[in-house]
């Protein structure tokens, strides 16, 4: 039976409802990567630090489990003050959950760190050790902690910043108790307590060549002159956009490669004078994009470790005042485009990832129409890793005319619209949704659209 209302009406009245599927299955030559997908395929990892407070961060912990690492380093958990509060009593929950963590995202832990003269607790400091006291205190420390995490860390950094700027040895409770040979006693007592995990050094502004670094190369040459046990050497790389590159990066690691051990980046960020100008930005990018380029150049640099991934909670502005803005995400958790790319880009990649990476998504389109008008409904499923920022475009066939959009920044160029995330929706973990919503006016037809991109990735 014809119907008594024409076929406008008919739309008002039953409220169009077309539900396109778009399940985009990315062609594999095609397939942008992760961070650590893009550092894997040259043999190396790219990794995060953490730090336990964050982890119940949802939308943070999503990002860190989500793919882009491969390693991850706690903060503070595992440290002196943190393992051993009071003499010979350990705690390990902190550190534990952090192993939990990676473990349930399929990450290596570089564990951090035995000996360093900072964050001891108060007994270990206030303590007026003999030599054999203290080397005992040492030992104890290492064999219960290390015993601990037996098998289940990649590396330890066994020694953390045993230099001053000029080569000499930093003063402090070890040094000045044990001389240099406490670096020895603690790296066979790693050894001891974790056959198999690699055993690092690990300072900083010992990235390029310099009497810092020469210290640094010397002792190591020493310790495997002497059979001490010693697998590689960190380079914490915490730069700074004012202070300059350290051009001779590739070189001074190479340096170490050729002592026989793994070199590594560990703590990588770069810093700058707030607020962030483009110009400054764009040094930044060069800087992480050369970083990557130096360890990619060495075969011995086994990866790189950023000193977390996101300004939210970068340990920078707490310690240089006014200074900040130091990772590739930012304090919402987006991806910052530019820096994010220059590192995508060093380790292998397209650098097409603007901000977002690709991504498996799934899109729900639907319209509830009055004729002359219709409101767009657009359930965006993230399937694959997590994504931190996306933008989704697509076209219509008629004349369609944006009027208002929410849940997101939506514009039209002509029959082509694009909506960026609203910042609070930027973020979507591996099955999350957002749903995001526009009104249009038309005249003619309103064919729903068919095809979308998320990020750059068309949608079949
Ligand atoms: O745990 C206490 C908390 O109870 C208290 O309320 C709060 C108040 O300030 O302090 C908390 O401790 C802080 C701790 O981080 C845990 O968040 C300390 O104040 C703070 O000084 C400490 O900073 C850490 C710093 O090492 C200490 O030297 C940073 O998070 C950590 O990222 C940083 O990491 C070091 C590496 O180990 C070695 N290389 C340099 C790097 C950056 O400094």
Known sequence: MPSRRGPVAVLALLAVLVTVLATLTTPAAAAASTL?????????????ATDNPELSDSAYAAILGGGEFGSTTPGNSMKWDATEPQQNQFSYAQGDAVVDFADAHDMMVRAHTLVWHNQL???????????TQLTSILQNHIANVAGHYKGEVYSWDVVNEPFNEDGTYRSDLWYNTLGSGYIATALRAARAADPNAKLYINDYNTEGSGAKSDAMYNLVKSLKAQGVPIDGVGFQAHLAVQYGFPSDMQANLQRFADLGVDVAITELDVRMELPADSAKVATQATYYADVTKACMAVARCVGITIWDYTDKYSWVPGTFSGQGSALPWDENLNKKPSVYDAIATA??????????????????????DWGSGFTANITVTNQGPAIS??????????????????SGTWSQSGKDVTVT?????????TGASTSIGANFAY????????????NGTTCD
């Open 347 to 368: 380790l292998g990649g397209s650098g097409d990832g603007g901000g977002g990476g690709t991504a498996n998504c799934e899109v729900a389109y639907s319209t509830n």
């Open 121 to 131: 607790p108060n007994w270990l400091t206030s303590g007026n050790w003999s030599a």
């Open 443 to 454: 005249s003619g037809s309103n064919t729903a659209p068919t095809a979308f991109t998320l």
């Open 36 to 48: 650590n997908q893009l550092a894997q395929a040259q043999g190396k990892y790219f990794g995060s």
């Open 389 to 406: 920022g996306w933008t989704l475009k697509y076209s219509y066939a008629g004349d369609q005319r944006l009027s208002q959009g929410w």
């Open 421 to 429: 995330d609203a910042g609070w929706n930027g973020t979507l973990a």
